[in-house]
């Protein structure tokens, strides 16, 4: 299929939703069109909004995807880079002496100058995000190019359609490049810091073929690319060359194509399948996608472990928030057969950490996860268990190792997992199983009482450590921090539920009492009285006051029972008035002390982790009015017209909204925010948890309070799994369908 038809179609099934809204109900005015909203969303429907950049512009840029991997488009209307196929990774970053970074290939040069760094206006591309492509276009020279980026399903491969059309009133004379590179290699370590690269391949040219094959001299890897129609010359090795000739108005395409695999002969057999069957290849991605979109929200499909509810509703800002937090989950999905544990969850998708699986990422959508694919999410718990999570920050599926620094919050995340899947589906028998030498009721134990080995002081609180196992960026977060505490309060009380369940009153007891005296000793030693805010204690007995966002919203997450009616009302204020901002929030007030120290978006006064807005909004539902909370969330939920939740966005003072939503967070230095991560899927727990109220309980049903008043009173949400059967919520509470 052209980029032309791509578009075409794109608002030909715009406007044949309208007419069929308007056939199907007897209305005709543009209201009544507004009003429609998808139970189960099309890839049109969750597409972003196009955007518009200039080369010198800073912006976090799209990225494509598909069961095995990812790739990154450039500031480029044609350039990809960041080809991450584990364990194979192309345009990487090769390692040699002055490395350039990540390379980029099929760069289009016109007329022997770089098409993408022309003067304005022509340096200007228009980018659209697509569940299952990318979609870039840009006017130079009486000349529109557009591209449709995309990975074909089920191959280590890249692919795109490019498209020249001549919007003068002349025949156009003109000579065409593509600059190809590749640093092919394969890397069956741990990938911890950006995909690899090998800066000395192999290169051969095939002129029958028209393809370049590049071939890794360090390991068994290759990328064979090139274009249909094939390339007339090679200029200096690496510049696929045509001379063409346009009549007025007309539109010639290509077909690029990169394949990657063990070995020359393989990468170039699978070149010329793809190549031949490009058309079919096109809709076979298509269809691929627009089935995963269904069997996400279909019980007993074959995509996923499980399924997510459907939504009904009128109301265009509750639609949203809950679908930009499944634009997250379903970036998260892999299903490599080279993966070292299987069907998998990858935290980040982006240049820097392609591999990894994160503790604390994944808790934070932990329900819609357990919900979506519950089996990806337990296997990931029966890793973490197998690895030492205490001296190591996440996973890698590549190797199957730990990798970097501890980080602090792995136990209550881990915990937090397990205990998603638990009350979800029910398979209690799970805990009886054994992973490693113990059980995995001895391992979620282990985990919650951990934090007794970490007291450093006489306080009886955790210390988790220096800043490398805490925020990153907050230089004074540290030792004995309120939020990582809290999550002791919590994981007590959950294993306890489990002890009560299985006969051990006496440990269940115990381990209520204990939690009960840490959620005092936190709130009489950690709370600043009056202020709504956290300290921190330090091993020599000071402490460090510390305006952020996590311990407001983790402390109402894991103990907002034990707090007193003055602190919540005491940490309400401290939200709206030093955290909030009209389109997303800070992470840090910026009359924190520590506020000038890293200005990285996900936990500075510059912007917020994907997962903190409705995070912080989930607390406030627990200690605040809900009329004042949703004005704020349909601000948030214009955040997801670019596309899915970057791993940071910014707050409006400090760039502009993006077609009124807040400003993905840019890749580029200081901000190095990737394009989106797991931990959005928060968005959807919100809508679940706090706008439909839903209690999904270990052992006593679920229960509902609702705040759907302020979004659509008529809302529901339907085939909400639980244990075995599906319910209804509405704001009439939960009701078990038939």
Not at 296 to 311: E, I, K, Q, V, Y
Not at 602 to 613: I, M, V
């Amino acid at each position: 299929m052209s980029v032309d038809k791509l578009i075409d179609r794109r608002e030909f099934l715009k406007l044949s939703a309208a007419s069929s809204i308007v056939a199907g109900t007897g209305h005709n005015t543009l209201a009544s069109v507004r009003s429609f909203r998808p139970q189960v969303p099309t890839l049109d429907d969750l597409a972003s909004v196009t955007i518009r950049h200039t080369f010198g512009d800073l912006f976090n840029l799209p990225l494509a995807m598909n069961d095995l991997g990812f790739a990154q488009s450039v500031k480029s209307v044609s350039a990809i880079t960041a080809i991450a196929i584990p364990p194979y990774a192309c345009c990487g970053f090769p390692e040699i002496t002055w490395s350039p970074g990540f390379l980029t290939t099929c760069e289009v040069i016109v007329d022997d100058r770089l098409l993408s760094i022309r003067p304005p206006p022509e340096n200007r591309i228009n980018y659209t995000w697509f569940p299952h492509c990318v979609v870039r276009e840009q006017v130079a020279d009486g000349l529109r190019f557009k591209t449709s980026m995309f990975m074909p399903a089920d191959r280590r491969a890249v692919a795109q359609s490019i498209t020249v059309h001549n919007l003068s009133e002349a025949r156009r004379k003109l000579t065409l490049g593509f600059d190809m590179r590749a640093a092919v290699t394969k890397k069956t370590a741990a990938w911890f810091f950006n995909s690899p690269g090998e800066g000395d391949n192999k290169i051969t040219w095939s002129a029958e073929q028209g393809r370049l094959t590049f071939e890794a001299q360090h390991s068994a890897a290759a990328s064979a690319q090139g274009l249909v129609p094939k390339a007339q010359r090679l200029q200096a090795d690496n510049v696929l060359m045509y001379e063409l000739e346009l009549g007025v108005g007309e539109t010639r395409e290509f077909h690029y194509v990169n394949a990657i695999a063990e070995n020359g002969v393989a990468a170039n057999r699978l070149y010329d399948e793809l190549q031949r069957s490009y058309d079919q290849v096109v809709q076979e991605n298509e269809r691929k996608w627009d089935g995963l979109i269904r069997s996400a929200f279909t019980p007993g499909n074959s995509d996923f472990s499980g399924h997510l509810p459907r939504l009904l509703t009128d109301d265009e800002s509750l639609w949203n928030l809950y679908y930009n937090g499944f634009k997250n989950l379903l970036s998260a999905r892999r299903r490599s057969p080279d993966s070292a544990y299987g069907a998998t969850l990858i935290t980040l998708s982006g240049h820097v950490l392609p591999t990894l699986s994160f503790p604390w990422d994944t808790a934070l959508s932990g329900l819609s996860l357990a919900l979506l694919d519950p089996d990806p999410l337990r296997n990931l718990v029966e890793v973490w268990f197998q690895q030492d999570m205490h001296a190591h920050l996440a996973t890698d599926h590549v190797s199957g190792e730990a990798v970097g620094p501890s980080y602090g919050v792995n136990d209550m995340a881990i915990v937090r997992c397990a205990q998603d899947y638990l009350r979800v589906t029910g398979r209690f028998d799970w805990l009886d199983k054994r992973v490693g030498s113990k059980t995995v009721l001895e391992h979620i134990k282990d985990h919650a009482l951990h934090w007794t080995k970490l007291q450093t002081t006489d306080r009886k609180l955790g210390d988790y450590g220096k800043i490398e196992n805490l925020l990153e960026v907050v230089s004074t977060y540290l030792h004995e921090v309120a939020g990582m505490n809290a999550g002791n309060v919590s994981s007590m009380r959950f294993v306890a539920e489990l002890l009560e369940h299985r006969g051990d009153s006496e440990g269940a007891r115990h381990l209520r009492a204990e939690a009960v005296n840490m959620a005092g000793r936190i709130n009489r030693l950690l709370y600043v009285q009056g202020k709504g805010w956290w300290r921190c204690g330090q091993p020599d007995g000071s402490f460090h006051e510390v305006r952020h966002c996590y311990d407001f919203l983790t402390v109402l997450d894991n103990m907002a029972e034990d707090l007193s009616a003055v602190q919540k009302e005491e940490m309400a204020h401290f939200f709206w008035e030093q955290l909030h901002s009209e389109k997303w929030m800070r992470a840090l007030a910026s009359g924190d002390p520590d506020a000038s120290w890293n200005i990285r978006p996900d936990h500075s006064c510059l912007g917020a982790y994907a997962a903190w807005p409705p995070m912080s909004a989930k607390g406030l539902y627990k200690i605040d009015d809900p009329v004042k909370i949703a004005p704020w969330l349909r601000e948030l939920a214009k955040a997801g017209s670019q596309g899915p939740i970057g791993q940071a966005h910014c707050t409006e003072e400090i760039f502009p909204p993006e077609h009124g939503g807040a400003y993905k967070s840019p890749e580029d230095a200081p901000y190095l925010n990737d394009w989106c991560v797991i931990a959005g899927g928060a968005f959807s727990d919100l809508v679940i948890e706090s706008i439909f109220g839903a209690d999904l309980t270990l052992f006593k049903g679920v229960r509902a309070t609702p705040h759907l008043a302020e979004f659509d009173p008529n809302a529901r949400l339907q085939n909400l799994h639980y244990q075995d059967a599906e319910y209804t919520l509405s704001a009439k509470g939960a009701k078990k369908q038939a």
